[in-house]
Antibody, heavy 124, light 113 residues
Framework: QITLKESGPTLVKPTQTLTLTCSFS??????????VGWVRQPPGKALEWLAL???????RYSPSLKTRITVTKDTSKNQVVLTMANMDPVDTATYYC????????????????WGQGTVVTVSS | DIVMTQSPDSLAVSLGERATINCKSS????????????LGWYQQKPGQPPKLLFY???IREFGVPDRFSGNGSRTDFTLTISSLQAEDVAVYYC?????????FGQGTKLEIK
């Protein structure tokens, strides 16, 4: 059974760096075709894809945020970490981590498992 | 970037009636070598994470009721609920996973009339 859980601060100040951790179980991020992604959702607004990290350490970032975000993995801990620099009040959102498969079209390649999300508020 | 546009933004349908949500991509999400459309549909209820309903545009995820159907190809897709139930009230999103960035539509809010 695949599960993901986000953790991190609920409140950050403007200009600070946000660090969120996604802890997962039920799969390995060393297995070919597996990826973990981040998606956020401002209050009352739509979903926004942020980043994805693959089993081979390849990474993809949202073009609008790529200068501010970094994603890394620790396969020994089954964790993925998202850092976002220079936080602003417009970054206030619920942040989700997700599981994805890719490069194997015999299986589902959409974002099939999601964490419950963690709410991050940016305010001084 | 592939832009995903959903219509309508909101929809009110009577219980037992059909609901149809449209999704249009700015570029084709059909990958010719495998003839698959890299398009997913998600349902999000208040206070919950999104739930995947369909992948490859029309493959129903396990446990999704068969009153839900997904159709379309290349740039035009639809999500249909054949007979709306009260528990279907939610916001629905389409997403393309053909190429990064993996963009979502703006969402369609489905309510009971």
């Amino acid at each position: 059974q695949i599960t993901l859980k986000e953790s991190g601060p609920t409140l950050v100040k403007p200009t600070q760096t946000l660090t969120l951790t996604c802890s997962f179980s039920g799969f390995s991020l060393t297995a070919r075709s597996v990826a973990v992604g981040w998606v956020r959702q401002p209050p009352g607004k739509a979903l926004e894809w942020l980043a994805l990290i693959y089993w081979n350490d390849d990474k993809r970032y949202s073009p609008s945020l790529k200068t501010r975000i970094t994603v890394t993995k620790d396969t020994s801990k089954n964790q993925v970490v998202l850092t976002m620099a220079n936080m602003d009040p417009v970054d206030t959102a619920t942040y989700y981590c997700t599981h994805k498969r890719e490069y194997d079209d015999t299986v589902n390649n959409a974002f099939d498992f999601w964490g419950q999300g963690t709410v991050v508020t940016v305010s001084s | 970037d592939i832009v995903m546009t959903q219509s309508p933004d909101s929809l009110a349908v009577s219980l037992g009636e059909r609901a149809t949500i449209n999704c249009k991509s700015s570029q084709s999400v059909l990958y010719s070598p495998n003839n698959k459309n890299y398009l997913g549909w998600y349902q999000q209820k208040p206070g919950q994470p999104p739930k995947l309903l369909f992948y490859w545009a029309s493959i129903r995820e396990f446990g999704v009721p068969d009153r839900f159907s997904g159709n379309g190809s290349r740039t035009d897709f639809t999500l249909t609920i054949s007979s709306l139930q009260a528990e279907d009230v939610a916001v629905y999103y389409c997403q393309q996973y053909a190429s990064s960035p993996y963009t979502f539509g703006q969402g369609t809010k489905l309510e009971i009339k």
